[in-house]
């Protein structure tokens, strides 16, 4: 079905086309797609998870300006435009710049904070530079000086981090019982290295076998923390098989091997084990202010960089708009930063401060904060794509992004939004609606047009959340709870001295507006409570199992196939294939992650980096194996008449089926089903995943584990990124979990959810210094009624009073 703009504004030959015309768009699950969107509106693209509507706006849409843009240029980005390659789609017409503002494609480091992605920092530091009260004699610092990311600011003892890492005994040696033979020295490396240390400390004179505590303080003390480095002639114990001859060995402490692998090495895996054996605390030189001293003695209105940096934004605006301003320099800088403030908090976001770190930010944060980056750049004629920018917005603060969005629109701007808000839906000026249902299900255009018209597509999913009547929902009898954690004095982040009460064996909601407290108290507090308590033998919980929405996977290697465990069980079965068993070849033959089996060229990613000047890399299908991951002798090896490439290109559906006799596979298949991912490809790479289907992932491996010790799950937002008929396929797997007598707590803004819970704790009012106070807490029908938080009205409409 499909649906042109109304035929009165056909335009004339001289005449800009006043719509964006897509022709025959094939991206992903897009099955030739048509579709016409009228420029200069705010246009939604709805459908199920997997339909396709993101292929459509991003894979298709937002990939085509941005061909566009890259040939305009320069010549040499062209060279780079035909590897990347172009989306596969016949035509894209009347389409104008691009700005993609999407959730989870960039993951910031470390140095990154509020403050560099706002670009907030840049003025601050102009502020002090310009306008700070200098102490006497001092000479005026430029900009960089006041930046920790800069050599010149940078304080010299941290390296502008903050925080310094240090280790101490009882972290490199847990277990003071066990001898150095034993492993007493749980930090050294494992295989040779370790057994190569041993043998020199025993080449030294130090007595390898008894127990470590019998040691003497001395030599405890240097075996662990010696900066020497001696070598000495080892004369290594004779094997029965082989001769070894003596060598030289240097030996190295265990912190500094520690010290050494966190900073020098390569390997995310080896970086992750030293770090267990390190503590961080804060630079002894700056006191975790980052900067160094002669930054640190100018002041502005008698503060601090670093202390207005650690204000909230509205209390930063606060102090901007109190100080002296009688020099013009002063009060230009400060205006200017004011009105950079002003569209962060407008988008609710006024709790955060500048110097809050950007991997502690949800998606969706991030997202907002480069939204009011953008309103204030003035740009004008382009399209912004953006990606769910509702996800994790209490619908409070939805009004607030929906008066944003407006104001890009009104400023000569077309807004192409992927979301699952009827809110927002509701809206939207066009909707375009995608479908029916998800995968090789999906691909189609239902909808194209105003979102009342809608209501007469009968296949279309929307459709029957958009229109759906608000009757009194139908009563569910509440659980009882079956034991309780309490938690008292919670003080972290915005919480001050909170006392809660989380109910056990029952389906609890943790609701309230952005920075409310909600994750810190959940995901933090509660998380670490329960995780220390495990151990005690009448703590009612037996594991803990949290689900967030971090990738599963960092790069194209990992996948659904592989986190989930079921790519061992493929590989056995192509193990055992007869021609596999005649070559003699073993598991690891079809392991893209090994050399052997897979394409050399790209060394099994399927996929090649391309790198561009100034602009975020690119992943490019591989020229040798276009994509198929193995040589081609690999792939001469069937199992059921597909080869391994063409059982990782299986949708989770059709893999159900094509493995339904071979149990292992089928439990993990089914789990995944259940939980509506079944559209996913088994070899999707992970970083083609949103941060909802990572979580819903873990959720499923979870899931076909079937435990039977009371579990206690703990999801952040687990219905990000859902449309709503899948949210009620999520909620009949939690609630599952429940009747099987496991614990829920969600942290969650979606009404229906909260509405169908057993108890809520409500957190407010307000977010930042407003917020982090219980202001109720009770069954969905009593935090209805509540006067005070911001969440009752909402969900007293949602239970239809």
Not at 142 to 158: E, K, L, M, R, W
Not at 348 to 369: C, N, V
Not at 502 to 510: E, I, Q, R
Request: proline share 7%; aromatic share 6%.
């Amino acid at each position: 079905m499909h649906h042109s703009p109304d035929p009165e504004t056909r335009t004339t030959p001289d005449a800009p086309d006043p719509c964006v015309r897509v022709r025959g768009a094939r991206e992903h699950n897009l099955r030739g797609v048509d579709v016409d969107i009228p420029r200069d509106t705010l246009t939604v693209f709805t459908g199920v998870s997997g339909s396709g509507k993101s292929s459509l706006a991003f894979g298709t849409l937002y990939a085509e300006a941005q061909r566009r843009y890259f040939e305009s240029v320069a010549p040499y980005a062209r060279r780079l435009i035909h590897q990347i390659g172009a989306p596969k789609v016949d035509s894209v017409t009347g389409l104008p710049p691009a700005v993609s503002l999407e959730q989870r494609r960039s993951s910031p480091g470390s140095r990154s904070s509020v403050g560099t992605v706002t670009l907030l920092s840049n003025s601050l530091r102009m502020l002090y530079s310009r306008a700070g009260a200098y102490p006497p004699g001092a000479p005026r610092l430029d900009s960089d000086s006041f930046s920790p990311n800069t050599a010149v600011g940078a304080c010299p003892s941290c390296q502008g981090l903050g925080r310094v890492h240090h280790t101490r005994a009882e972290l490199l040696v847990p277990d003071p019982d066990l001898s150095i033979r034993q492993g007493a020295i749980a930090a050294w490396p494992g295989a040779w290295q370790g057994k190569n240390l041993r043998d020199i400390l025993d080449a030294l004179g130090y007595d390898v076998d008894v127990p470590w505590r019998e040691l003497p303080e001395r030599d405890r003390e240097w075996i662990l923390f010696t900066e020497e480095q001696p070598v000495v002639t080892v004369h290594p114990v004779r094997d029965a098989d082989r001769i070894q001859r003596p060598y030289q060995g240097t030996y190295m402490s265990a912190r500094r091997y520690v010290m050494r692998t966190f900073s020098d090495t390569r390997s995310a895996t080896l970086r992750a084990r030293a770090e267990r054996f390190l503590t961080d605390s804060p630079c002894p030189v700056c006191a975790g202010r980052r900067l160094r001293p002669e930054a640190l003695a100018v002041t502005f209105a008698g503060r601090t960089i670093a202390e207005l940096a650690a204000l909230a934004l509205t209390e930063l605006d606060g102090v901007l708009a109190g100080a002296d301003l009688r020099d013009e320099a002063a009060r230009v800088l400060a205006e200017d930063l004011r009105s950079r403030i002003a569209p962060v908090t407008e988008l609710g976001l006024g709790y955060l401060s500048l110097d809050r770190t950007a991997p502690s930010l949800s998606a969706g944060e991030l997202q907002r904060l480069r939204l009011a980056t953008q309103l204030r750049s003035g740009l004008f004629g382009v399209v912004y794509v953006l990606d769910e920018p509702s996800a994790g917005l209490h619908p409070a603060d939805t009004e607030a992004l929906l008066t944003v969005l407006d104001r890009l629109k009104a400023a000569g701007n077309t807004v192409f939004v992927v979301e699952h808000s009827m809110d927002v839906v509701r809206h939207a000026d066009w909707l375009v609606d995608v479908g029916p249902l998800a995968g090789e299900h999906g691909g189609q255009v239902l909808h194209s047009g105003p979102p009342r018209e809608l209501a007469g597509v009968r296949d279309s999913a929307t459709a029957r959340h958009l229109f759906a009547e608000r009757g009194p929902a139908e009563p569910r009898p509440v659980r009882t709870a079956t034991g309780t954690v309490r938690l008292t004095g919670v003080d972290r982040h915005n919480l001050r001295g909170v006392d809660a009460e989380f109910p056990l064996g029952v389906f609890m909601a943790v609701t309230g507006v952005s920075g409310s407290g909600k994750s810190t108290l959940v995901g933090r507090a509660l998380a670490e409570e329960v995780a220390g308590r495990l151990a005690e033998p009448d703590f009612p919980v037996r594991r803990l199992v949290e689900v967030d929405q971090k990738p599963i996977g960092r790069t194209p290697r990992s996948n659904l196939a592989t986190y989930t465990g079921l790519f061992d069980v493929v590989r056995k079965l192509f193990t055992a294939a007869p021609e596999a068993r005649a070559r003699g070849w073993k598991a690891g033959r079809f392991s893209f992650n090994v050399t052997g089996g897979r394409c050399e060229t790209c060394q099994g990613e399927g996929f090649v980096s391309v790198e561009l000047l100034f602009l975020p890399s690119t992943y490019a299908p591989c020229p040798q194996c276009a994509g198929a991951r193995y040589n081609s002798e690999t792939l001469e090896v069937r199992y059921g008449g597909l080869n391994i490439a063409e059982v990782l290109g299986l949708t989770v559906e059709s893999a159900g089926t094509f493995f339904a006799e071979v149990p292992a596979a089928a439990r993990a298949l089914r789990a995944l089903e259940d939980i509506g991912l079944g559209y996913l490809r088994l070899g999707q790479p992970a970083t083609e995943l949103s941060g909802g289907e990572a979580q819903r992932i873990k959720l499923a491996t979870e899931l076909q584990r079937s435990r039977r010790d009371h579990t206690l799950y703990l999801l952040d937002e687990p219905t990000t990124g859902l449309h709503p008929a899948d949210v009620r396929v999520l909620l009949r797997q939690l609630h599952g979990l429940v009747d099987a007598g496991h614990s829920v707590v969600v942290v969650e803004h979606d009404m229906e959810v909260v509405a169908g819970a057993d108890w809520v704790v409500d957190l407010g009012p307000g977010g930042g210094a407003e917020g982090g106070r219980i202001v109720a807490a009770g069954t969905p029908s009593e935090v209805a009624d509540s006067p005070t938080g911001r969440t009752g009205p909402y969900l007293a409409r949602t239970l239809g009073r």
